[in-house]
């Protein structure tokens, strides 16, 4: 094959069938060359397999001088055309030309098709204010190309709603949006989790695992709450990036990687690289296009129309017509600090459409925190079970026992309180009750 090798085409080579498939199902490949008579599996077998898993990538048939009836075969059975022996390095080198234009017209229609379909994908996303517009004319144009997106903002603005869109408008949107939340996942484990290990790479990697890296492959891999992620992690990142492949943990072989990068982050990563707790180099080559959620307190404009938007969503659900809301409330609303932005927001309007039973909303259904923290709805139970187990080393009894302790503090020792506010009923309270230590024993 090296008369293809000056068309700057990269290539991998198969000595029979059955190591064709594997290389195709492991590589991203983009063009099939095969001789129909092969070792272990036959050419046809290849190009089934081809049709069956990637449709769209074209086959070339090579065939010997006089078997045209295996070559008319397999343009029916979807081969893109053939060649037959003995050929030369023209004809055979027109075909990958002509090959590469169509397959490139395929991914163009596609995303054009998608580009239509977009139209829609961005609907989800309310607001009207001047920031929201231009966000979404942002990720309108970016949406439709490989580049690497950083999305910025406070919690609960829609970074990720924003991605999946982006994802949803590009000619990707066919295949997987892969969320990793590096803030979840601890960072000893956050390097598997993303480039797989091999079986044997550490004790307790029984089998070969595929990270996400390679999972998301065709698509978009999320990395949300990069700014969490330790140095050394980064560094592999950064490598990966920039060479379009890795190797699993523990392995040796290098896998290519065809994946979009969307990253998010509620940090301000520009400070953080002047503090050093995150790599330059890879600052820049995430940001490229970068997107900033402004917080909702910076753009009020958009709280009337979120308000009516996650009402009606409430009453769909709830299967009730949307209530009204006074104008104390509007206010209210709009008034409002929104620390934790857009989810909060849709928080407090679920809260306020349960108490207010159907009924219109008034302000006495409307429950606003003004503190800094938090509000305890908003806190992600993985960064919870973070904290606690992997950060604090605490084990499960002691989370269940203390969260047990909690609940009957708060509920006066009555175990059927207590039960309540823990999901839980009361004869599971009572039998777990029973088998705690001494110490719990002793509230009842
Ligand atoms: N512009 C918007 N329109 C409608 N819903 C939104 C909008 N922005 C955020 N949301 C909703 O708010 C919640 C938080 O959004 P999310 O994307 O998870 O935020 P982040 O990732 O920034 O914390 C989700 O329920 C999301 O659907
Ligand atoms: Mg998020």
Request: charged share 30%; hydrophobic share 40%; net charge neutral.
């Amino acid at each position: 094959m090296m008369l293809l090798s000056d068309m700057q085409l990269k290539m991998f080579e198969a000595r029979d069938g059955a190591e064709a498939i594997e290389v195709f199902d492991s590589e991203t490949i983009h063009l099939v060359i095969t001789d129909l008579k092969l070792p272990k599996k036959s050419g046809m077998e290849v190009l089934n397999h081809i049709k069956e898993v990637k449709p769209e990538v074209p086959v070339i048939i090579i065939t010997a001088f006089g078997s045209i009836d295996n070559a008319v075969e397999a343009i029916r059975l979807g081969a893109f055309d053939y060649v037959t022996k003995p050929f030369t390095e023209d004809k055979l080198r027109a075909c990958v030309e002509k090959a590469m234009q169509i397959s490139q017209l395929t991914s163009e229609v596609k995303y054009l098709r998608s580009e239509i379909e977009g139209k829609y994908t961005f609907n989800n996303i309310i607001g009207n204010s001047s920031e929201i517009c231009e966000i979404l004319r942002l990720a309108g144009e970016v949406s439709h190309t490989d580049t690497t997106v950083l999305i910025t903002g406070e919690s609960g603005t829609g970074k990720e709603l924003l991605s999946r869109a982006t994802h949803l408008n590009s000619a990707r949107s066919k295949g997987p949006f892969l969320p990793v939340n590096c803030a979840a996942i601890p960072n000893a484990l956050l390097e598997a989790e993303l480039f797989g290990y091999e079986r044997g790479a550490f004790t307790g990697a029984q089998q070969l695992k595929k990270g996400k890296f390679e999972i998301a492959s065709g698509g978009t891999l999320f990395l949300d709450e990069i700014g969490d992620m330790e140095l050394d992690v980064q560094a592999k990142l950064l490598r990966v990036l920039e060479s379009k492949s890795f190797e699993r943990l523990g392995g040796s072989k290098t896998v290519q990687s065809d994946v979009r990068i969307i990253a998010a982050t509620n940090k301000d990563l520009e400070s953080m690289v002047r503090e050093k707790t995150f790599r330059e180099d890879l600052f820049y080559r995430i940001s490229v296009f970068p997107i900033r959620i402004p917080p909702l307190r910076e753009r009020r404009n958009d709280i009337p129309l979120l308000s009516q938007y996650f009402i009606k969503e409430f009453a769909t659900a709830f299967g009730r017509r949307p209530p009204v809301m006074s104008d104390k409330v509007m206010e209210m609303l709009y008034n409002h600090s929104w620390k934790g932005n857009i989810r909060e927001l849709r928080n407090v309007l679920e809260r306020a459409m349960i108490l207010a039973k159907g009924e219109k909303i008034t302000s006495r259904h409307v429950i606003l925190h003004e503190s800094h923290e938090k509000p305890l709805g908003e806190l992600d139970l993985d960064q919870i079970v973070k904290l606690l187990v992997f950060d604090h080393r605490v084990g499960l009894e002691q989370v269940e026992r203390r969260c047990i302790q909690y609940a009957m503090e708060v509920a006066g020792n009555n175990v059927s309180k207590a039960a309540r506010l823990l999901g839980l009923s009361r004869a599971t309270l009572r039998y777990r009750l029973d088998k705690l230590d001494d110490q719990v024993t002793g509230y009842r």
